[in-house]
């Protein structure tokens, strides 16, 4: 089966740019997640969908950041414009419920320069 | 105080050697618990979950304790393969998960 799919896996931007973040969960998933990680710490929830709605999304920064789900399968996360404090590995996981154990996608590590 | 502490290490221990990890949790409601592993530059990986009672799954044991509100990780017997940054995981409500910063394990020759 194959497993929670990212891309691109590596991104170099200017600051100011905007970039996007694509994710593609495990099929059957109806519970998606994004988390942002930085070096040395462990990941931080951004935002939870449950099929196509956003029902967490209270730490995502709103004045930069938006995600959207639309068909309750695969999602994108971006940022505009990018500044270099975002410079993070950007995580997506996805359970089959809310319930239940996520699992990671690769990650998607971004350098602002 | 952070939500979900632990001791970042590195802990260097020699194949063979038993190694333990614990962790500390602020919020006394918390529901549910686990450990993830995560190797270097790679994804969090589900390692196991904790129970109240204890939990062991070949040479890893998890330990809760509500009173005090840690948990804990047992590894025996460590493999070069150990080497990797545990991430204690608290799960405090409305399905959302809480990681420490990780505890980095060198397991050396």
């Known amino acids: 089966e194959a497993g929670v799919v990212q891309s691109p896996r590596y991104k170099i931007i200017e600051k100011k740019q905007p970039v996007a973040f694509w994710c593609n969960p495990i099929s059957g998933h109806n519970t998606l997640y994004w988390y942002l990680q930085n070096l040395g710490q462990g990941p931080e929830l951004l935002i939870r969908y449950e099929n196509e709605e956003a029902v967490d999304d209270s730490q995502l920064p709103k004045d930069r950041f938006s995600a959207e789900r639309l068909k309750g399968v695969d999602s994108t996360l971006k940022i505009q414009p990018a500044e270099l404090g975002d410079s993070a590995v950007y995580l997506c996981a996805s359970s089959p419920n809310v319930e239940d154990t996520q699992y990671f996608g690769p990650g998607t590590r971004l350098t602002v320069l | 105080r952070k939500e979900v502490e632990q001791d970042p290490g590195p802990f260097n221990v020699p194949e063979g050697a038993t190694v333990a990890f614990n962790c500390t949790y602020s919020n006394s409601a918390s529901q549910s618990f686990f450990w993830y592993r995560q190797d270097c530059r790679k994804e969090p990986k589900l390692l196991m979950s904790?129970?109240?009672s204890g939990n062991e799954d070949g040479r890893f044991t998890a330990q809760l304790n509500r009173a005090s509100q840690y948990i804990s990780l047992l590894i025996r017997d460590s493999k070069l393969s150990d080497s990797a940054t545990y991430l204690c995981v608290v799960n405090s409500g409305y399905s959302t998960l809480t990681f420490g910063k990780g505890t980095m394990l060198l397991v050396s020759p």
């Open positions: 904790v129970y109240s």
